[in-house]
């Protein structure tokens, strides 16, 4: 491994979430909020580590990067952006204890959205801008962001740009890497700027808007109401936040391709075929089921089981009614949601809509091989033949994040809580969804879970957000090994 250049930039990260400070401190700065100093304060220390890291060894770095450098760089640098995301909350006296604020700022990195915080409308403007712009860096990866600057560094950003994006094929629009990472980056920021001009045309007040576009595009789910989207109770607000919470859950090289004057690319990719078809199965059937037994209108019905299921899908998280107290068919609907997640090459969580696709098609080829030993047969996808060890890969990952996931519900359990709560916690944060069920549920939040329980789920929200393999890597002996 090639240290010197790591720590080169995780210091060049640090600096950049020092820079990402200025606009908190200036919506602060203009409120008159009282976070002004805990921000100013932040912002210093960030900036004094990020001159430690970058001085700490003046020797030439070096300009090759391994994949395991990349795989070093990416877990680390999220542990370190989580570690930094928390100084805020401390100095402001939002969370003042470590375990609270190390959970909310991991929670915002990784666009999980699992809060502690118990009133957020009491925050100060610049807390709330800052906790919404944690998981907007994060959506689309802060990581993704300074692939752009490593010419700088005179090295190669495919490594990072594989920690990072782990999907079956990684898609690169652009011959460098780099400018993929800027590619992305400038539909990520056209798509943001486009929703929060319509929530303000919907009646939210600016800093609302830019707060909900900044936790609907990265699929986050924080939201500057306790309610959440339900304090507004729009049907307009509902419509545009569930459009764009569903194109969040689409790969974004199709949203490129689509402005690049391919209107039809959403039609011809079969995983987006998948992905808009189960929301629309899935809207109908939960449709169906709270029609009569919580809602006496069908439009009704039909408006919040569209929010809900897309919100879940996407793993935004964001809510519109209390699914706690909703039929018992609903509530499977709506876990089978949290395990799916969005497509690959999105901002969602989740396995991923072509990973289950590949597994499908897999088991079915086993089965046709059962029935017909000698057919030669081979798994594909929009017309592909996909290699055999990306679907080993993908049953390697489907088998960890299956038995991660009852190892870490067996912790929340013995920690004393109940079945639903310990169940739904540990999807809801190895999904990077946010709300779950029970104690977590909807209408409450995540500061009830025993300190060391959000250490766990601390955990969890890491391996959801860089998909398993590139956090369970740097836990295994022979990445140490020469």
Partial sequence: MHFRIIVRFLALLTFFLAGSMVLPLAVSVLYRDGSTGALLLSMSLTLLMGLILFFSDKKQVDTYLSHRDGVAIVTLGWILAGLIGTLPFIFSGTLPDITNAFFESVSGFTTTGASTITDVEELPEGILLWRSLTQWLGGMGII??????????????????????????????????????KTLWKVYLLITALQIALLIAGGMSFLDAVCHAFCTMPTGGFSTKNASIAHFNSVYLDTIIVIFMILAGINFSLHYKLL???????????????????????????????????????????????????????????????????????????????????????????????????????????????????????????????????????????????????VATLVMAALGMDLISAFSSVAACIGNIGPGLGLVGPATNFMAVPDVGKWVLIFCMLLGRLEIYTVILLLTPEYWRR
């Fill in 144 to 181: 993704l962001l300074s692939i752009a600057i490593l010419p700088f560094l005179g090295v190669g950003g495919m490594q990072l740009y594989k920690a990072e994006v782990p999907s079956p094929v990684v898609d690169k629009l652009k011959p460098r890497i780099s400018e993929t990472a």
């Fill in 260 to 406: 690049k004057g391919n209107p039809r690319v959403f039609g011809r990719d079969p995983e987006c075929r998948v992905f808009l078809g189960l929301v629309g199965l899935l809207v109908l059937i939960v449709t169906l089921d709270i029609h009569g037994t919580v809602y006496n209108s069908i439009a009704t019905a039909f408006r919040y089981a569209t929010f809900q299921v897309g919100s879940i899908i996407t793993t935004t998280g964001f809510v519109t009614a209390d699914y706690d107290k909703w039929p018992a068919l609903s509530q499977l609907v709506l876990i089978c949601c949290m395990f799916l997640g969005g497509m690959a090459g999105s901002t969602g969580g989740g396995i991923k809509i072509m990973r289950v696709m590949l597994l499908v098609k897999h088991s079915y080829r086993q089965i046709f091989q059962i029935i017909h030993p000698h057919a030669v047969t081979t798994v594909k996808l929009g017309g592909k033949s996909v290699p055999q060890d990306i679907l080993g890969s993908i049953w390697g990952f489907f088998i960890l994040y299956l038995g991660l996931f009852v």
